[in-house]
């Protein structure tokens, strides 16, 4: 079976912008493809993971989300690396659009977005060897919840979540300064 990492993307991957918009600046983390790389090369699939509520709440499409996703896999692509599969939520429990304010399976840290990039992905994943990286409280708890390891990086909102932590869970999770670290981590 094959192992994964499930990569958060806003603040993770990217630099952290609230809600993107379409005159938002792409920012990804100099070390980001390079650490979507060495992953690669380690035989890891790589898989975003990120709730965009912000379609849910009018703030832009799925389509902006689906063009977003495109321009970062061609940045990724052009540096060596691969991004296997991107999942995202367009949900939220104040969405202005009534199909999608709703509690659903698939925002973090609820666990749908990881199951079907598994099944997208053959369903051949050990999630008990995969990981979770991500810069907030629900990527640990997605983590946890599938029964992977968690890492929380401190870029993004990570330095001010991992203060916010329950002692038990704050014990159990990995936490690094950003992408790369993380990656070193999981590859020792």
């Known amino acids: ?3 994964a990492v499930f990569l958060d993307r806003d603040g993770t991957i990217i630099g952290e912008l609230g809600y993107l918009t379409p005159d938002s600046r792409l920012d990804v983390y100099p ?21 965009q509520g912000g ?3 009018g703030l832009y499409t799925r389509d ?3 063009e977003t996703h495109k321009t970062l896999a061609g940045r990724f692509r052009s540096g060596g690396a691969t991004i296997d599969v991107w999942q995202y939520c367009p949900h ?10 709703h509690r659903c399976g698939c925002r973090k840290p609820a666990t749908g977005m990881v199951e079907d990039a598994v099944e997208r992905l053959g369903g051949e ?15 640990v708890q997605l983590g946890h919840a599938i029964g992977a ?38 590859l020792v």
């Open 1 to 3: 079976m094959t192992r």
């Open 31 to 51: 070390w980001s493809i390079d650490a979507v790389r060495l992953l690669n090369h380690a035989g890891f699939k790589v898989v975003v993971v990120t709730n």
């Open 55 to 57: 379609v849910g709440r």
């Open 64 to 66: 902006f989300v689906e």
């Open 92 to 101: 939220h429990p104040e969405a202005l659009i009534d199909e999608l304010r």
């Open 125 to 139: 994943i050990d999630l008990a060897q995969s990981w979770v990286v991500g810069d907030q409280w629900r990527d």
């Open 149 to 186: 390891r968690s890492i929380l990086v401190r870029s993004g909102h990570g330095a001010t979540q991992e203060t916010t932590w329950p002692m038990d869970v704050a014990a159990a999770t990995a936490t690094c300064d950003n992408l790369i670290a993380a990656v070193a981590r999981i």
